[in-house]
């Protein structure tokens, strides 16, 4: 059965460095979704990809956060500089197109910044 | 902005006992979506609604869209150790532009066997 990679699966790093996450969607997914879940808390969307163009970022922190998917197939995440409250969950998950397909969840990134 | 909340946030059950978590929304929704989270896991589909006032069931579980398209619950019958999770809906807003699902907060359900 097709699954949705996440590397890395844990992550520490220390305030104020820059730390990058992938995501490879399962084949022929269109949709992709960065999500960051906080402890107790449901998934919060950062951003939501389109094949490679960008169809909602409303709640991405862009002064820190950027996110790139060239080719329209993988993904990566990043951060820079890491602050503490950027500890949490970071799922990636796709959908055959948009949000009327259901969403396979990856197995997440744990970030912990120290 | 949009809202999707869901109560209770959290709900401890004799095995056996039934269990429900309801799903409201700020706005109209085109199609709310039902995942669970097992603890230490990532969410996992379970089912989507579409049609105003819909039923579906699967098994124990049965999930109801609302008349309105602004609700929905999740009813689980003679609970098992098996459903221990978070229970989360995720619905679209009949408005958004990007078919933006938001999440709701989740239900926590653990079982006393």
């Known amino acids: 059965e097709a699954e949705v990679a996440q590397s890395p699966r844990y992550k520490i790093t220390e305030k104020s460095q820059a730390v990058a996450f992938w995501c490879d969607p399962i084949?022929?997914?269109?949709?992709l979704y960065w999500y960051r879940q906080i402890l107790g808390q449901g998934p919060e969307l950062l951003v939501q990809?389109?094949?490679?163009?960008?169809?909602?970022d409303s709640q991405l922190p862009k002064d820190r956060f950027s996110a790139e998917r060239l080719k329209g197939v993988d993904s990566t995440l990043k951060i820079q500089p890491a602050e503490l409250g950027d500890s949490a969950m970071y799922l990636c998950?796709?959908?055959?197109?948009?949000?009327?397909?259901?969403?396979?969840f990856g197995p997440g990134t744990r970030l912990t910044v120290t | 902005g949009q809202q999707v909340m869901q109560i209770p946030q959290y709900q401890h059950v004799q095995e056996g006992e039934d269990f429900t978590t309801y799903c409201n929304s700020s706005?109209?929704?085109?199609?709310i979506q039902w995942y669970k989270q097992r603890p230490g896991g990532h969410p996992v589909f379970l089912i989507q609604?579409?049609?105003?006032?819909e039923v579906k069931k699967q098994k124990r579980l049965t999930f109801q869209f609302g008349e309105a398209k602004k609700n929905s619950s999740l009813h689980i019958t003679a609970t098992q150790t098996t459903d221990v999770g978070t229970y989360f809906c995720?619905?679209?807003?009949?408005?958004?532009?990007?078919?933006?699902?938001?999440f709701g907060s989740g239900t926590r359900l653990s079982i006393r066997p």
């Open positions: 084949s022929g997914h269109a949709t």
């Open positions: 609604l579409v049609k105003s006032g």
């Open positions: 706005t109209t929704l085109s199609n």
């Open positions: 995720a619905g679209r807003p009949t408005y958004s532009s990007a078919s933006k699902i938001i």
């Open positions: 998950a796709s959908s055959r197109q948009g949000g009327f397909y259901e969403q396979y």
């Open positions: 990809f389109q094949d490679e163009s960008v169809v909602d």
